[in-house]
Structure formats: C-alpha cells, structure tokens
C-alpha cells in the first residue's frame, strides 16, 4: 500500500453542492494529518488539521477512520473560490518530522 | 505574519551552471525541506534538514545538494542543472515533530535551458 493515496479527479461540482474526498494511508502509528488547499501555480497552504477523529471548520470537516486508515474532506454549499487541488498529508512511516503528501485531488466548482 | 520566504520567483539558467536556490525563515523551525514539484508526480522531497549543518537526504537527492549553516536559512545547490531539472521548486519549514504541518514559500520557478 502507497503511503498516501487519493483519488486525483478530477471533481466538477456545481456551485452549492457538497463535495468529498477520500484519502487512505498506510501508516497504523500516524497521529496528525492535514489537508492542504493549493491553488494553480502557488504553494499549498495549510487548510485543516485532524489529529482525532475529526475538526469542523465552517463549510469544510475533515474526518478520522483510525480503523480503516483514511481521512476524509467534506466541504458544503461549495464557492467558486474553493476551486484547488486539496492535498492530503500524514506523517512518514519513519517518525512524525516527515510529513507524506498525497498527489492531489482537483476540484473546480461549476457555475 | 510567519513567512518563508525564497529569493526568486522565476529563474532561468542554462545547462551546467551551478544554481543555488535560497529558503529563509522568520519562525525560529528547527526542520526545513526542499521539494520539487511537477504536474502528475505531486512533491517530491529532495532534502531535509532537522537541525543547523545537518541534513537528510529525501526520495531524489540525485544532482542536488543542501546547506544549513543558520537555523533560519536552507539553501538548494544544483551543482551542474540540467533540463530534467526544470520544475517548481518549494522550500518548508515546520516546528519539531511537525505537529501543525508545514510553512511553504511561494516556490520558484526553475527553467534550465
């Protein structure tokens, strides 16, 4: 199993909808993990943090499965604006310093 | 606000020059990263650094190397650039244990012609 695997779209969603994404990894000991929003030709940017089974932030929520190994973003009533590539990251199988990020998964939210 | 801050946004060189790339931070991170990213392959880690004058290897460490010599500087040295070295270039830094995640610099993008 990759360390970090997501589905790479890409996602075409109309704007209001709700969206999700989906992101296994491998690693059973991994203790945080982030989603990270990166828009065309510019850094990615710290979106959310997980570090239990889950975090809510206004439209979006980030889940935990410890059991199945995989962390999920949702994001509701979705903007134009959030038209990225959403990045999922967990931790290295060799210690927490390293982070692992996932290829990517792209969304463009459709008028 | 924290930054990372990278010296150059967009650079041209030509094959076999030697290119430094430089990276600095206002956080006082004791971690600091160097990755290379292209279209379909996401990033991918060239070197690390936990500490001043230390450095790791990442996953492609080949035709790079990296110095530390102050905490908040990290600097990517192609010693001879080649075309295959063409990407974005992202320098990152993060607290130890990297509990809350990595600080990016807006990249640089790297032409080697």
């Known amino acids: 199993r990759k360390e970090v695997e997501q589905d790479p779209g890409p996602f075409n969603v109309p704007e209001g909808a709700t969206v999700a994404f989906n992101c296994t990894y491998s690693?059973?000991?991994?203790?945080?993990f982030f989603w990270y929003r990166q828009d065309c030709r510019k850094e990615p940017k710290l979106l959310m943090s997980?570090?239990?089974s889950g975090n809510e932030d206004g439209r979006f929520t980030a889940q935990l499965n410890r059991a199945s190994q995989y962390i999920s973003l949702l994001i509701r009533d979705s903007k134009l604006s959030d038209s990225a590539t959403y990045l999922c990251?967990?931790?290295?199988?060799?210690?927490?310093?390293?982070?692992?990020f996932g290829t990517g998964t792209r969304l463009t939210i459709i008028p | 606000d924290v930054k990372v801050t990278q010296s150059s946004r967009y650079l041209v060189k030509r094959t076999g020059e030697k290119v430094f790339l430089e990276c600095v931070q206002d956080?006082?991170?004791?971690?600091m990263f160097w990755y290379r990213q292209d279209p379909g392959l996401g990033l991918r880690l060239i070197y690390f650094?936990?500490?001043?004058?230390?450095?790791e290897k990442g996953d492609i460490p080949e035709g790079y190397s990296v110095s530390r010599e102050k905490k908040e500087r990290f600097s990517l040295i192609l010693e001879s650039a080649s075309t295959n070295q063409t990407s974005m270039y992202l320098c990152?830094?993060?607290?130890?244990?990297?509990?809350?995640?990595?600080?990016f610099g807006s990249g640089t993008r790297l032409t080697v012609v």
């Open positions: 990152a830094s993060s607290s130890r244990g990297a509990w809350y995640g990595y600080t």
């Open positions: 690693n059973s000991a991994s203790q945080s």
């Open positions: 997980v570090y239990s």
């Open positions: 990251v967990v931790p290295c199988n060799f210690g927490n310093e390293k982070l692992t």
């Open positions: 956080m006082d991170h004791e971690n």
């Open positions: 650094s936990y500490d001043v004058k230390m450095k």
